[in-house]
């Protein structure tokens, strides 16, 4: 929806007297060739931001907000656009299109916070258009992760580090026990552990009797995503080394602030 409200970009960001516009599209197009930041925008109403990078550079750029000139900052997250990934960023080092939220800031700029060679082109362009930068994650997973061991051998399922400022959700976790020869029953169950995952969770598997083939599934949901423990840190799912078994686990999940 349009907004209606008085202009800062009077001297030392204070209100000036003179009311905008319903909101249009705010944009900037320029260049950095440096570890810089370039030039702010005044976005006060716009809810969504698009940027644009073109050129040939080795560099790393990223969109950062503040409500103070910049004495404070908050780096905004971005998904690609028509790219094929499509989990949330903090930055990005190639070009391509990304768009994100704007959730109340007034001043946006793009900054290059890596320099090696090279101009990054950019447009960046502030909006009211909606903005579906975490509709998947209330949707759904938008990754997998998956790892099978050889029989008999531990099996560790690492979802890498997403990167500073995001973390993983679980929205879905399968544990799968092959057994490659005939098991005997047991007095004591095989935990199945994890990091980075909140109250260091763990899942006992029975220590059955099973014959050579059998598959037991264990499976576990999260409806909108199990956050994990903490920002730009690897998450693992690990089953110890079980004589007979042969172990799988698959991890659904997305990545987001």
């Not at 971005?78 to 299109?97: C, H």
């Not at 029975?206 to 999260?222: F, H, L, R, S």
Request: hydrophobic share 40%; proline share 5%.
């Amino acid at each position: 929806m349009a907004k209606l409200s008085t202009d800062l970009t009077g001297a030392g960001l204070s209100r000036a007297t003179t009311p905008m516009h319903p909101r249009e599209n705010l944009f900037l197009v320029s260049t950095i060739a440096s570890a810089t930041a370039g030039t702010t925008i005044n976005c006060d109403g716009t809810g969504s931001f698009y940027l644009t990078l073109s050129g040939t550079f080795t560099a790393t750029v990223l969109v950062e907000a503040s409500n103070d000139g910049f004495t404070n900052v908050v780096t905004l997250p971005m998904k690609p656009v028509n790219a094929a990934s499509t989990l949330v960023v903090v930055s990005a080092t190639a070009a391509g299109q990304f768009s994100g939220i704007n959730p109340g800031f007034t001043q946006i700029r793009l900054r290059c916070s890596a320099y090696t060679s090279g101009t990054v082109s950019y447009s960046l362009v502030n909006s009211n258009a909606p903005n579906s930068l975490y509709y998947s994650g209330v949707m759904g997973p938008n990754s997998i992760g998956t790892t099978t061991a050889a029989t008999g051998v531990a099996a560790t399922l690492t979802l890498a580090s997403p990167g500073a400022g995001l973390r993983h959700y679980l929205t879905n976790l399968r544990i799968e026990r092959h057994t490659s020869a005939l098991l005997t029953a047991g007095a004591t169950p095989t935990v199945i552990t994890s990091t980075n995952i909140p109250g260091s969770y763990a899942v006992s598997i029975p220590a059955d009797a099973a014959a050579q083939g059998v598959v037991y599934v264990y499976t576990d949901q999260w409806a909108g995503g199990l956050a994990t423990s903490a920002q730009a840190t690897a998450t693992t799912i690990v089953a110890g080394a079980v004589t007979g078994v042969i172990w799988r686990i698959t991890a659904a999940y997305y990545v987001a602030p």
